[in-house]
């Protein structure tokens, strides 16, 4: 009798500890797995949309793209396949698949690894969701673990729903809307039992059965799907025929945004200032400033104007590089870029050449050289010499003896005429009277925050700087002597419509009202009297300067209307020259000229800006002198108290 009561208390207590180990490896397993009632509140990774100023679509941004579908929009011969390929017994099972467990323990012993996981729709989802993808005997009880609290908190249905919005298809697509929308082209809803059973196919291994990575593949994958459709008497044989023929067509999708580099330059700042993760999976709206209209001026005055180019570097065998253009245009009140073209082809080289290419401006520095000496009291009659100069250079031996682009000199003219027709010599003449460390802080007023040469030479434009800064800083002219500092975004709204950032806005007084309104004047002067003709066609008040350098490396036209501000520039990547005679003039004006037919289409006729205490005196040209009769010399605009008739 003692020894039997020994025996079951033996096995009792082995019973017990049994247990013990039993629940205390499942309160192992179970101990940090996640909340499954955190299901209901799950939300993807949001997608961020950025919007022109006329709300276009211009790209979306995300980690993983997933357009959220209701199951009953879901096509049957869709999720019978998904079924049929990924879990027969869904229906039935709880959760786990035994036979199938039992099975894949086989084939893994027998291969030394994972080879099988015998995964069910809901272990997938579970995985999915809340678990890593690496593959260990813990990973797949607790994926077990998991699918079962699935299976008793939520229906058939529910999970099937989830598991199709979420499940990846291979080729970034993620969910069958977007998995449609990518192989296909069109809506989960309209597809046919071919494309189905191709959808179907690839959740078994995404990377290889994709048709846009390996076509071939993806059909013979298909084709089994359609065959274990037919088996289970989902379709006739006729069906199967017909669907298991057709062949894939790859949809040509238009994944290029409208406005790639100015893209490109929204995401470079909202990465540095909210960083890439809200950026990405935030679910983000950003407005910005671009105009859909002026992008596609841009975008096509830029394809054009290289194309004529290309056809004059076509006779010299010499020009291999190609050449490449850049046009920026922004908004002289505001500050805001209505378009930014970074090159000729984005497909080609993304770099943007309109805002990241230092490249020297030639001439077009002048003006402000110019605007400084109108700041320190010159006006446009002020006198400067023309003629051969020589400064010392690095040795005695090498002085630097600049000279004009023409070869020519006149002797005295006014500082208008020097800016109007480029002259290399005044120019130089008037950096060093000046001096240079003053127009040096001058140009960062304007908004020039490259690093400028201490040099004489600063004032034919030696020193690189970017489109965008050398365009902001004419729109100071336009804008009555205020610096607006250009920008791209308006706002940024979270996933529930707030605003989270927008950029800070940057004014300051640069220069006077009274000079800004001279040098609008002097720079009318660049395009009635001097380099700028050919846009005397442009019957609008506009003003600019061409810009050359050496060997016809750059070419650039950058002026302004009383609303918006253009810069455009033209040459080759590698520096190399773009071709004889490619001067500001030939090469960046006509881009500039066709952006702005299309920026002035249907805006009303606008004047520059005229303070009251300014008056207009015609004046020669050469000699400053004023003129009495009106068919005579230029109309030039002074101060009251600063005019050529003051003592």
């Given at each position: 009798?003692?020894?039997?009561?020994?025996i079951?208390?033996?096995?009792?207590?082995?019973?017990?500890?049994?247990?013990?180990?039993?629940?205390?490896?499942?309160?192992?397993?179970?101990?940090?797995?996640?909340?499954?009632?955190?299901?209901?509140?799950?939300?993807?990774?949001?997608?961020?949309r950025?919007?022109?100023?006329?709300?276009?679509?211009?790209?979306?941004?995300?980690?993983?793209?997933?357009?959220?579908?209701?199951?009953?929009?879901?096509?049957?011969?869709?999720?019978?396949?998904?079924?049929?390929?990924?879990?027969?017994?869904f229906?039935?099972?709880?959760?786990?698949?035994?036979?199938?467990?039992?099975?894949?323990?086989?084939?893994?012993?027998?291969?030394?690894e994972?080879?099988?996981?015998?995964?069910?729709?809901t272990?997938?989802?579970?995985?999915?969701?809340?678990?890593?993808?690496?593959?260990?005997?813990?990973?797949?009880?607790?994926?077990?673990?998991l699918?079962?609290?699935?299976?008793?908190?939520?229906?058939?249905?529910?999970?099937?729903?989830?598991?199709?919005?979420?499940?990846?298809?291979?080729?970034?697509?993620?969910?069958?809307?977007?998995?449609?929308?990518?192989?296909?082209?069109?809506?989960?809803?309209?597809?046919?039992l071919?494309?189905?059973?191709?959808?179907?196919?690839?959740?078994?291994?995404?990377?290889?059965?994709?048709?846009?990575?390996?076509?071939?593949?993806?059909?013979?994958?298909?084709?089994?799907?359609?065959?274990?459709?037919?088996?289970?008497?989902?379709?006739?044989?006729?069906?199967?025929?017909?669907?298991?023929?057709?062949?894939?067509?790859?949809?040509?999708?238009?994944?290029?945004?409208?406005?790639?580099?100015?893209?490109?330059?929204?995401?470079?700042?909202?990465?540095?200032?909210?960083?890439?993760?809200?950026?990405?999976?935030?679910?983000?709206?950003?407005?910005?400033?671009?105009?859909?209209?002026?992008?596609?001026?841009?975008?096509?005055?830029?394809?054009?104007?290289?194309?004529?180019?290309?056809?004059?570097?076509?006779?010299?065998?010499?020009?291999?590089?190609p050449?490449?253009?850049?046009?920026?245009?922004?908004?002289?009140?505001?500050?805001?870029?209505?378009?930014?073209?970074?090159?000729?082809?984005?497909?080609?080289?993304?770099?943007?050449?309109?805002?990241?290419?230092?490249?020297?401006?030639?001439?077009?520095?002048?003006p402000?050289?110019?605007?400084?000496?109108?700041?320190?009291?010159?006006h446009?009659?002020?006198?400067?010499?023309?003629?051969?100069?020589?400064?010392?250079?690095?040795?005695k031996?090498?002085?630097?003896?600049?000279?004009?682009?023409?070869?020519?000199?006149?002797?005295?003219?006014?500082?208008?005429?020097?800016?109007?027709?480029?002259?290399?010599?005044?120019?130089?003449?008037?950096m060093?009277?000046?001096?240079?460390?003053?127009?040096?802080?001058?140009?960062?007023?304007?908004?020039?925050?490259?690093?400028?040469?201490?040099?004489?030479?600063?004032?034919?434009?030696?020193?690189?700087?970017?489109?965008?800064?050398?365009?902001?800083?004419?729109?100071?002219?336009?804008?009555?002597?205020?610096?607006?500092?250009?920008?791209?975004?308006?706002?940024?709204?979270?996933?529930?419509?707030?605003?989270?950032?927008?950029?800070?806005?940057?004014?300051?007084?640069?220069?006077?009202?009274?000079?800004?309104?001279?040098?609008?004047?002097?720079?009318?002067?660049?395009?009635?009297?001097?380099?700028?003709?050919?846009?005397?066609?442009?019957?609008?008040?506009?003003?600019?300067?061409?810009?050359?350098?050496?060997?016809?490396?750059?070419?650039?036209?950058?002026?302004?209307?009383?609303f918006?501000?253009?810069?455009?520039?033209?040459?080759?990547?590698?520096?190399?020259?773009?071709?004889?005679?490619?001067?500001?003039?030939?090469?960046?004006?006509?881009?500039?000229?066709?952006?702005?037919?299309?920026?002035?289409?249907?805006?009303?006729?606008?004047?520059?800006?005229?303070?009251?205490n300014?008056?207009?005196?015609?004046?020669?040209?050469?000699?400053?002198?004023?003129?009495?009769?009106?068919s005579?010399?230029?109309?030039?605009l002074?101060?009251?108290?600063?005019?050529?008739?003051?003592?």
């Amino acid at each position: 009798m003692n020894k039997r009561l020994y025996i079951t208390g033996f096995i009792l207590l082995f019973a017990a500890v049994a247990c013990g180990g039993v629940t205390g490896l499942f309160l192992f397993m179970i101990r940090d797995l996640p909340q499954i009632r955190s299901l209901e509140t799950y939300e993807a990774p949001g997608i961020t949309r950025i919007y022109a100023a006329d709300n276009q679509l211009l790209a979306e941004l995300y980690r993983e793209k997933r357009d959220p579908v209701a199951l009953d929009q879901i096509p049957a011969y869709l999720k019978q396949a998904i079924i049929t390929a990924e879990d027969r017994q869904f229906y039935t099972h709880s959760g786990i698949d035994l036979k199938g467990i039992a099975r894949a323990i086989i084939y893994d012993i027998m291969a030394g690894e994972f080879v099988q996981g015998a995964s069910t729709i809901t272990q997938q989802l579970s995985k999915t969701l809340f678990l890593s993808p690496e593959k260990t005997l813990l990973r797949k009880i607790r994926e077990a673990l998991l699918a079962i609290q699935l299976e008793r908190r939520y229906t058939k249905d529910e999970i099937l729903e989830r598991y199709l919005n979420q499940i990846y298809f291979g080729s970034g697509a993620y969910g069958v809307e977007s998995a449609a929308q990518k192989f296909f082209g069109k809506p989960v809803t309209a597809l046919d039992l071919a494309q189905c059973a191709l959808i179907a196919a690839m959740p078994k291994a995404p990377s290889a059965y994709s048709p846009l990575v390996n076509p071939e593949l993806a059909i013979r994958r298909r084709n089994i799907v359609l065959r274990q459709m037919l088996d289970c008497g989902i379709i006739t044989s006729a069906q199967y025929e017909n669907a298991a023929s057709r062949p894939f067509v790859a949809v040509q999708h238009k994944t290029l945004s409208p406005a790639p580099y100015f893209v490109d330059h929204v995401k470079k700042i909202l990465e540095k200032e909210i960083g890439p993760r809200q950026l990405y999976q935030g679910g983000l709206t950003v407005h910005t400033t671009l105009s859909g209209r002026l992008q596609i001026a841009a975008d096509q005055a830029v394809a054009r104007g290289i194309e004529m180019i290309q056809q004059r570097r076509d006779t010299d065998p010499a020009l291999t590089s190609p050449p490449q253009g850049a046009l920026i245009a922004i908004d002289v009140r505001t500050g805001g870029i209505l378009s930014m073209t970074g090159g000729y082809d984005y497909n080609q080289s993304s770099y943007n050449r309109a805002t990241d290419a230092r490249r020297q401006p030639g001439s077009a520095f002048k003006p402000i050289l110019y605007a400084h000496a109108i700041e320190q009291g010159f006006h446009q009659a002020s006198l400067i010499l023309d003629a051969p100069v020589s400064f010392p250079g690095s040795s005695k031996n090498d002085p630097w003896q600049p000279d004009n682009f023409s070869g020519t000199y006149e002797g005295e003219i006014t500082l208008r005429k020097a800016l109007t027709h480029s002259k290399n010599i005044p120019a130089v003449r008037l950096m060093d009277q000046l001096g240079i460390s003053g127009v040096i802080d001058f140009a960062k007023k304007l908004g020039i925050d490259s690093r400028l040469s201490p040099y004489l030479s600063l004032s034919l434009g030696t020193s690189g700087v970017t489109l965008t800064e050398l365009t902001a800083a004419y729109a100071v002219f336009a804008n009555q002597g205020i610096y607006t500092a250009p920008h791209c975004i308006k706002n940024v709204l979270d996933s529930g419509n707030q605003s989270i950032w927008q950029p800070d806005s940057e004014k300051r007084i640069a220069m006077t009202r009274e000079n800004a309104a001279i040098m609008c004047n002097m720079l009318e002067g660049v395009i009635s009297e001097g380099t700028g003709k050919k846009a005397r066609s442009i019957h609008h008040p506009l003003a600019g300067k061409t810009g050359t350098t050496n060997k016809y490396k750059d070419a650039l036209f950058v002026g302004f209307s009383p609303f918006i501000a253009v810069g455009v520039w033209v040459g080759c990547d590698d520096y190399t020259p773009l071709g004889a005679m490619e001067t500001g003039a030939r090469a960046a004006l006509p881009i500039w000229m066709a952006f702005m037919e299309k920026a002035l289409e249907h805006r009303e006729y606008e004047y520059f800006d005229v303070p009251d205490n300014m008056v207009r005196i015609r004046i020669d040209p050469n000699t400053g002198r004023p003129v009495t009769d009106d068919s005579d010399g230029v109309a030039a605009l002074f101060q009251k108290e600063n005019t050529p008739n003051s003592p």
